[in-house]
């Protein structure tokens, strides 16, 4: 319930009128002067069930939305309490803001929304109500403050804020890709096909789609099974894994988990703790799947930032053992199960046809890392000798 307040300052009787010199028969009339209040609420608990139910009245649209906020573009989206995500977070205007339920029982319509979100630290201003009750959209583009607040402002500025539930940039959703510069990006139709290279337009994994969701964590660990990394190469070495436990170069097996200076994970081939790779496959295969984008260089990884483990188990003539397979996948499920590494895929781009190598062995790995929580990819077989694909119904390709 709404009501308004009116302010009735009295005038100050006179001398003569105070209570001690009344006179019997004088007007004792008090002047008043009415002066108009902003509009009050009648407080009242908001029940469960109708903060979570769509309510009409959120609709309300109060305008005043900026050119400048209408053409943020998709960048980095927030949570309550939670850091940056992908993209530059400094063009953001537009955030959709959901205040609490004790929130909503300060301001139960739109136009009372601003009343409990200005803090004085930064303008923010209302646009419209989107359903729920206390949930907005507001303009963050006009500032109080002499230099413009930056989104990293208003992040900080909802995140304390006690009645808001949650709040997070107003992304572009659909229609509008996030497009990476590196140079051989064009090129990638395997991401992102638009017809380039004579190739079927949208024959991809709409990589770009994806990326609006996340480019990737590093807190995430992929594990290579390969010919090694050049974990000194411009596109990876900021996603190259760096063991916590283990000391570079001392000789020593800090983490005791078996194997020295195993800093960059390990190589089963030569047996030391150098995976640099000498026949560029296991490069070529670290880079697909999280070479960093967005950095002008190279090409886009499909993830951007995701950690890579190199385990190197094939020569420079791009060949190795079973059991040098073995050991590289047990090892990496050993990383997650015995020393908190957070190992979630297991990559392995080789194998042979037919049941020559169809191994118990590397089944039982594949298995306990499976069981593990890890996820082991296999490659499917690219073709034999003469450039045509395998039929697998009739010629398996392991692993």
Same mark, same amino acid.
């Given at each position: ?25 004088? +007007? ?27 309510? #009409? ?8 939305? !900026? ?6 573009? #998709? ?32 301001? #139960? ?49 909802? !995140?304390?804020? /006690? ?6 940039? +107003?992304?572009?959703?659909? =229609? ?27 024959? +991809? ?28 190469? /411009? ?13 570079? =170069? ?59 483990? /190199? ?28 020393? =908190? ?31 593990? =929580? ?16 395998? +039929? ?6 392991? /692993?």
């Amino acid at each position: 319930m709404r009501f308004s307040d009116w302010l009735i300052p009295l005038k100050r009787p006179s001398r003569r009128n105070t209570r001690r010199d009344r006179q019997p028969g004088s +007007d004792q009339r008090v002047a008043a002067v009415f002066e108009t209040l902003e509009d009050r609420v009648m407080l009242s608990g908001v029940a469960a069930e109708n903060y979570e139910q769509v309510d #009409p009245a959120w609709f309300a649209s109060l305008g005043g939305e !900026s050119t400048a906020s209408m053409t943020a573009g #998709p960048s980095g989206a927030y949570g309550h309490g939670q850091g940056v995500a992908a993209g530059d977070p400094g063009v953001n205007n537009r955030w959709i803001v959901r205040l609490t339920s004790e929130g909503v029982a300060l301001s #139960p319509e739109v136009h009372n929304v601003l009343c409990v979100l200005d803090t004085g630290a930064h303008s923010l201003k209302v646009v419209r109500g989107l359903g729920l009750p206390g949930q907005v959209l507001v303009d963050s583009s006009a500032a109080t403050t002499t230099t413009a607040a930056t989104a990293a402002d208003i992040q900080e500025m909802l !995140s304390q804020h /006690p009645l808001v539930s949650s709040f997070e940039a +107003d992304l572009g959703v659909g =229609g509008q890709d996030i497009l990476p510069d590196d140079s051989y990006f064009p090129e990638q139709v395997g991401l992102h096909n638009t017809g380039q290279s004579n190739g079927k337009v949208d024959a +991809d994994i709409d990589a770009p789609l994806a990326w609006e969701t996340t480019t990737g964590s590093s807190d995430v660990v992929v594990a290579i099974v390969d010919s090694g990394i050049d974990y000194l190469h /411009p596109d990876l070495l900021n996603n190259v894994w760096v063991n916590p436990g283990e000391v570079a =170069g001392n000789g020593i097996d800090d983490d005791n988990n078996g194997f020295i200076d195993d800093v960059h994970g390990y190589d089963f081939h030569a047996n030391d703790a150098d995976p640099m790779d000498e026949n560029r496959h296991g490069t070529h295969v670290a880079g697909i799947v999280a070479a960093t984008g967005n950095n002008g260089v190279g090409i886009s990884g499909v993830t951007w930032s995701t950690t890579i483990m /190199p385990l190197r188990f094939l020569g420079a003539d791009n060949k190795g053992l079973t059991s040098d397979a073995v050991r590289a996948i047990n090892y990496a499920t050993m990383m997650r199960n015995d020393h =908190g590494v957070n190992v979630r895929v297991i990559n392995n781009s080789w194998g042979s046809e037919g049941e020559r190598s169809n191994s118990t062995a590397l089944r039982e790995a594949i298995a306990a890392a499976g069981e593990s =929580g890890i996820l082991v990819t296999a490659s499917a077989g690219n073709g034999n000798a003469l450039g045509f694909g395998f +039929d697998l119904e009739t010629l398996p390709f392991y /692993p």
